[in-house]
């Protein structure tokens, strides 16, 4: 305890504490249903992103992160050139954050870390199905973040002037 100048005491403030604990990928699917037939037509593909985070506490101040990436292309409007799904998961420690800012860093700040590794991943089964290269651009989670507490926020106050 430290003594102020005016002889009070004061608490030392808590460090925030972070680290990575592991990386690793979960589960993985690679589909290419097309083949080979895909590989004679003209390439010209539309390419589909969705992105899922969900986390878990493990224990204390232990929690699991799993980033989803599910890339869909597809040629012409109904016919899938492949399908790559992947789940990179890591267990990060995370302590001495208030409720705010743990939601910040599981669902924004922990998925920015895994998202170089399974950009990697899909980029890696996409040339193993021998199509061409595939470069997914970064994406901003704490804007996705951001928009996804905006909503809540508004579904909840709707909820309330209903109520």
């Not at 680290?19 to 249903?33: C, G, H, N, T, W």
């Not at 590989?39 to 986390?55: A, R, Y």
């Not at 990179?88 to 669902?107: D, K, R, S």
Request: aromatic share 8%; charged share 20%; with cysteine.
């Amino acid at each position: 305890m430290a003594e102020t100048a005016n002889g009070a005491g004061t608490e030392e403030q808590q460090q925030v504490e972070f680290q990575i604990q592991r990386i690793y990928l979960k589960d993985v699917s690679f589909e290419a249903p097309a083949t080979p037939l895909v590989f004679q037509k003209e390439w010209k593909p539309e390419v589909k992103l969705d992105l899922d985070t969900k986390s878990a506490r493990l224990g204390d101040n232990i929690f699991e992160v799993v980033l989803t990436l599910t890339v869909t292309c597809l040629l012409g409007e109904n016919e899938t050139a492949y399908l790559c799904e992947i789940q990179q998961a890591g267990i990060f420690t995370v302590g001495n954050m208030a409720e705010p800012q743990l939601a910040h860093c599981l669902g924004a700040f922990c998925p920015n870390i895994l998202f170089p590794y399974a950009r990697e991943t899909v980029g890696s089964l996409v040339g193993r199905g021998s199509f061409p290269q595939l470069n997914l651009a970064p994406v901003n989670f704490d804007a996705l973040f951001a928009a996804h507490v905006q909503r809540a926020q508004e579904q909840q106050q709707e909820q309330q002037a209903d109520a």
